[in-house]
């Protein structure tokens, strides 16, 4: 009693499947453990600035830029159990995630950048300092480099919206 060809693929892909949840799980372990470590160095630059690695301006950005990743993860970790539980990569939900991920990484470009900037204006006008300057690297990335990263993840997304259509065509004639 063995599986028909059509029922051995969702196994194969559950088997996959699970192999990659694996490590999305641990992406965003390791991602949560940067998120704290951020939290930390903010702490420090603001307890101790002079010994701290980042100025506090930097660290804000860093937290900002490691909560997103964080979001990042959590959605693939989403979508990896979803094509775990339903043997299909090609929904609606996994279409509007994709989608999701693509406006959290274009954020990834400016968001930071935005934090530190607020930060800098409020402690400028804190101790009545009236200018600020944050480069346009930040953290040694260009600024253009996620919001290209967006829009290739924002054209998969597309792909995979197409591909959801095929697959409920697939399906009602099934």
């Known amino acids: 009693m063995g599986f ?12 996959r499947s699970e192999g990659d949840r694996g490590f999305t799980l641990i992406s965003v ?32 950005g860093s937290v900002v830029a490691t909560g997103l990743m964080l979001a990042i993860a959590v ?10 539980k339903d043997g299909k990569p090609f929904t609606m939900k996994t279409v509007w995630r994709l989608r999701a991920i693509a ?9 930071p950048w935005c934090a530190a900037a607020i930060a800098a204006m409020i402690a400028g006008s804190f101790a009545d300092h009236g ?25 998969i997304s597309e792909f995979f919206y197409y591909g959801c259509e095929l697959q409920q065509d697939v399906d009602s004639i099934a």
């Not at 480069?135 to 054209?155: E, Q, S, Y």
Request: charged content about 10%; proline content about 6%; hydrophobic content about 60%.
């Open 4 to 15: 028909s060809k059509n029922q051995a693929l969702p196994l194969r892909l559950r088997m």
């Open 29 to 60: 372990g390791i991602t949560a453990l940067a998120l704290a470590l951020a939290i930390g160095g903010l702490v420090r630059s603001l307890a101790d600035p002079d010994s701290a690695p980042l100025s506090f301006y930097d660290a804000i």
């Open 75 to 84: 959605i693939l970790a989403l979508i990896m159990w979803d094509i775990y």
């Open 103 to 111: 406006v959290l990484t274009m954020l990834e470009s400016v968001a």
């Open 131 to 155: 200018s600020f300057s944050i480069d346009i690297n930040f953290l040694g990335i260009p600024l253009f480099v996620p919001v290209f990263f967006g829009f290739f993840i924002a054209a």
